[in-house]
């Protein structure tokens, strides 16, 4: 395996923090697959000319148990790559909890399967409009930069409410690993870095601060020059891989940005959404006020007795709109305010099953009408929904550098229907309001 001389291993806690990874890489000369679940050596072998290879995961929703059971194993084969870097990738806001998504959690694992003392943590990205200071998360909203507990989003998120923007804080709720930071006044002291030697040096967690392009560089010159022989193990947001490809392009280990032809327009497609962001109702209402049909289910009556029966519904719903040429949105709610939140999670493993529940009408739909684009919105929801179209891996089709993270990808995999199938991923917070009808009609802006 050494012999594909990878540049990157990564686990992706969500499916579409795992597509944003797989995009910053594409999108700059470092060709990148994503497969759903550790490969077998024939599809390992379909992606030998790739330099990084994904796992998508969904840890962002599971517990410390879960975590335990499922990422002791993907962290161990991951080792096996040879990769320079084993990236454990998690989200740019860095929402999570002691009991779900634990991230301190999961560095343990990972410190330990890679026999590590140290760990280094980015989390800033720039490009995503995420930055730290001082160890202090900061996110964009609307035009306005946050810091992430006054956030208007994530500070109330429905799982992992961000109540603490000190990521050393948040994080000591979570290990007992000790996090010291790389700040701002460090990195400015150039590329010698002797005080970051000194964290470097010793045990836990090493927060590097990002807060503009000259920080990000730094960050990644001091965690690529840090690395192992045999592969060390990362933990961030994509912001690792931003930093990275500046270290990797200084040493001409990459060609530069990769050039990406639009796919063209498709005369319809179908959307699945389980986000109750409220950037994506903003996208639901714009799609539906040009040319899209929106159709709602209720996701209590989904998870209910009768939940086949509004399967059946909502699936003839759409297929009605795509047989007369129209594209389809199905979504679970339109907002913060249709958040049903409180009354799901009073049912045991709710959150999950909604995600496939909407899968499997997507691949209905797909298999129906030979559909050759769709989007899955909401991050839990694509983790959980993608595993229902049989895929098993994807690459990038179309980067989306105006709003990274969500790109169209090519699915790969032995089922018909989808396999070649054009997807794309969106986390609730990502795309501009016209988002859907970008994709329906391959832009790249």
Known sequence: MASRNLLLSYYGDDFTGSTDVMEALAANGVPTVLFMDIPDDALLARFSDCRAIGIAGTSRSETPVWMEEHLTPVFTWLKTLDAALCHYKVCSTFDSSPGIGNIGKATEIGSAVFGQKIVPLIVGAPQLKRYTAFGHLFAAYQGQVYRIDRHPVMSRHPVTPMKESDLALHLAAQTSLPTAVADLAMLAEGESGERIDALLAGQGIVLFDVDSAQSQERAGHHVWRSRRAGGSFVVGSSGVEYALLNAWRSEGLTNGPTEFLSPGKVDRLAVVSGSVSPTTERQIRHATENGFDGIAVDPLALLGEDGNQVIEQAVAAGLRSLKEGRSTILYTALGPSADLGSSID????ARHRLGSLLGTMLRRLVEAEGLKRAV???????SH???????????????????????LCTAHGNHAATNGLQIALKGGQVGKDGYFAQIRDGRAE
């Open 376 to 382: 899955i919105a909401g991050g839990d929801t694509s």
């Open 385 to 407: 929904a993608l595993r229902e179209l049989h895929i098993q891996a994807l690459t990038t089709l179309l980067p989306l550098p105006q709003t990274p993270g969500s790109p």
């Open 346 to 349: 009073k049912i045991a493993g």
